[in-house]
């Protein structure tokens, strides 16, 4: 089973639309990352969310961290074909004194021009 | 910094060879990430190191999977023998903290036919 479960799996839009991405877990994390990964390349960090209830905004992008750090959202507005990407959410597990980040499957989101 | 390395960038192999797949860290990152990422799986950690010693091992999947790390600029993940089910895209990955940003390298892909 996926400990972080992201949706929806694909995404395609047109340029000019919003959207919103979604990361959940039964677990509760002590930050969450969202990194995008283009075609042949590792994924690169946008964001770091620590805070319950955080919001963190990046040009067009909004990023919040849920309440009780079980989930995560992302919203683009205005997409760009420059959105296009595969993008992934990341938990930080903290168990017996080692931390570790569990990815999510990623949403692979197509914007059309 | 030219960032995390990998090589090869494609390795084609036949079931039962084995394979070797390298990484130099960026110099200064105390972590060294190997994950692989896959249709079906998604992006796994397969095992880390702290200050070049193994920490975490258990998603290796099997005795098939060996990693190294001899000094703080260079690792190496082996499998043998190869198997077909071991076609993925092996990434590694380096950073400062174990819950920090992690800084990927582009990734070998692998395919075991």
């Known amino acids: 089973t996926q400990l972080l479960e992201q949706s929806p799996q694909f995404l395609s839009i047109q340029e000019g639309e919003n959207l919103t991405v979604y990361c959940n877990s039964s677990?509760?994390?002590?930050?969450l990352q969202w990194y995008r990964q283009e075609p042949g390349e590792g994924p690169v960090l946008l964001v770091t969310?620590?805070?319950?209830?955080e919001v963190k905004k990046l040009k067009r992008l909004t990023f919040q961290f849920g309440d009780a750090r079980k989930d995560s959202s992302l919203h683009i507005t205005a997409a760009q074909p420059g959105d296009t990407g595969l993008y992934l959410c990341?938990?930080?597990?903290?168990?017996?004194?080692?931390?570790?980040?569990?990815f999510g499957k990623g949403t692979k989101l197509t914007v059309n021009p | 910094d030219a960032g995390v390395i990998q090589s090869p960038r494609h390795e084609v192999t036949e079931m039962g060879q084995e394979v070797t797949l390298r990484c130099k860290p960026i110099?200064?990152?105390?972590?060294l990430f190997w994950y692989r990422q896959t249709m079906m799986r998604g992006l796994e950690l397969l095992i880390y190191?702290?200050?070049?010693?193994?920490?975490?091992d258990s998603g290796m999947p099997e005795d098939r999977f060996s990693a190294k790390m001899p000094n703080a600029s260079f690792s190496t993940l082996k499998i043998q023998p190869s198997e077909p089910r071991d076609s993925a895209v092996y990434f590694c990955?380096?950073?400062?903290?174990?819950?920090?940003?992690?800084?990927f390298g582009p990734g070998t892909r692998l395919t075991v036919l």
């Open positions: 990955a380096s950073s400062f903290s174990g819950g920090g940003e992690q800084f």
């Open positions: 677990s509760v994390f002590s930050s």
């Open positions: 969310v620590v805070t319950g209830g």
């Open positions: 990341a938990g930080l597990l903290t168990q017996g004194g080692s931390e570790k980040l569990v």
């Open positions: 110099s200064g990152h105390d972590y």
């Open positions: 190191f702290n200050n070049n010693v193994p920490i975490d």
